[in-house]
């Protein structure tokens, strides 16, 4: 397999050098506070058959590969909840059991791997949390100088597990835009890489393999797939999967994939509807998917339309009911960006085929914000000196 990058608005080809990142050309236009203008996506020329290992439809060669496993997570087919929601075709793909706890994992990987290849030691990014602690612990694994701008509204939990891994952080005083352009400037200054999510095309066809693992975990595409989405980079990465095993001519269409995004930070689901991204502020209890511009809307609004892709929103307590519903009734606790994909397939149920192959993908590990979680359960106010101060009167299950 032979792999170039194509700019996602004009088109033009390039060379993977590891210094390109968004297309020069297209670039020029870009305005403030709007997404990324000329996203690069890794185009793949060659040919494979069904039996292709995810990483030949890799740029980077295994070789490079740094060595934490990320990737090949389960897919789950929770018995329980099937039968309490009626679809016995239900999966969940559950990306909280990377290593560092998130779907992130995926981009960081193949960022390493690439630094790797190129002989770059230092990769320099901003976020909001998963993406730093992500970038942190795969580094860690392949020996690399992280360093991270986070903006001060990142949750503790996320800024702890960064500093675990060794990183360098920057706390910015300021919100994730500011982060953003701090990091862009130290990696001009400093050299090395960035890891930008969509800035950094290998950011997104790190995440496409999902999709390829997916396809081979089912035997085919799913019929329809439930995602949240913050920056749109993830939806970018799922559609990028399918369209490279379209091109293989290994499944016929691209599948019903639904964005899903908070009520109160829906700024693609908006410019899905009205067709312009306008900056509003944001807030939700789903950090991870809190976004005021969505640094690949452009390019991610670009494949929802190409393949009828759908946007929804859910509201936030739509969001911690469905995190506490999954907990309790398939035993998989993600975090609430998580939980909105499934509360997505919730509310969208009643339009859907009971017998259709529906996935939904969990996309962070609940324990990343347990702060968050506390708002769907009740914690057990007094303490008890004895079992004899235990009511036995309702059901028999108070233990
Ligand atoms: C980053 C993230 C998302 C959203 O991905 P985008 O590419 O920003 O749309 C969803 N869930 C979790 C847990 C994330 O960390």
Redesign the pocket.
């Known amino acids: 397999m032979e792999f170039s990058y194509r700019c996602s608005v004009c088109n033009a080809s390039y060379d993977i050098t590891p210094d390109l990142t968004v297309c020069p050309d297209c670039s020029n236009q870009q305005q403030k506070e709007q997404p990324l203008t000329g996203v690069l996506e890794v185009e793949l020329h060659g040919v494979s058959d069904i039996q292709f290992a995810v990483s030949d439809l890799l740029p980077v060669e295994p070789v490079y590969f740094p060595p934490i496993p990320v990737g090949n997570t389960p897919l789950w087919e929770p018995a329980n909840l099937r039968r309490t929601v009626g679809f016995n075709r239900l999966f969940i793909k559950d990306?909280?059991s990377n290593p560092t706890a998130?779907?992130?994992d995926r981009a960081s990987f193949l960022v390493s791997a690439a630094a790797i290849k190129f002989n770059i030691q230092d990769i320099t990014l901003a976020s909001?949390?998963?993406?730093g602690s992500?970038m942190a612990g795969v580094g860690a694994a392949a020996g690399q100088r992280i360093t991270l701008f986070l903006p001060k509204t990142a949750p503790q939990a996320k800024l702890v597990q960064s500093l675990q891994y060794g990183a360098r952080v920057f706390r910015v005083n300021g919100n994730y835009d500011m982060a953003y352009a701090m990091s862009i400037k130290f990696s001009k200054r400093n050299g090395g890489m960035n890891r930008n999510?969509?800035y950094n095309p290998l950011t997104i066809e790190g995440?496409k393999t999902v999709s390829l693992e997916l396809f081979k975990q089912l035997g085919r595409a799913p019929d329809v797939l439930f995602?949240?989405?913050?920056?749109?980079?993830?939806?970018?990465?799922v559609y990028k999967g399918f369209r490279d095993l379209k091109y293989l001519g290994l499944i016929p269409s691209i599948p019903r994939i639904i964005?899903v995004q908070a009520e109160t930070s829906d700024a693609?689901f908006r410019a899905f509807n009205t067709g312009k991204f306008e900056n509003k502020p944001t807030s939700t209890i789903?950090d991870?998917?809190c976004?005021d511009v969505?640094?690949?809307g452009i390019h991610?609004l670009t494949q929802l339309k190409r393949f009828n892709g759908e946007m929804m929103t859910v509201s936030d307590d739509e969001i911690i009911l469905a995190q506490a519903f999954l907990s309790k009734s398939a035993g998989l606790f993600?975090?609430p960006?998580?939980a909105?994909?499934f509360a997505g397939f919730q509310k969208a149920a009643p339009e859907l085929d009971p017998k259709a192959v529906i996935v939904i993908l969990t996309?962070?590990n609940g324990l990343?914000d347990s702060a968050s979680a506390t708002l769907g359960i009740h914690m057990p106010e007094t303490l008890i000196d004895s079992i004899d101060d235990i009511s036995f009167t309702r059901q028999g299950h108070n233990l």
């Open positions: 990306d909280g998130s779907f992130k909001t949390g998963n993406a992500s999510s969509a995440k995602v949240s989405v913050g920056d749109g980079c993830i939806l970018s990465g964005g693609l789903a991870s998917i976004v969505p640094c690949n991610a993600t975090e960006a998580g909105a994909a996309t962070g990343k």
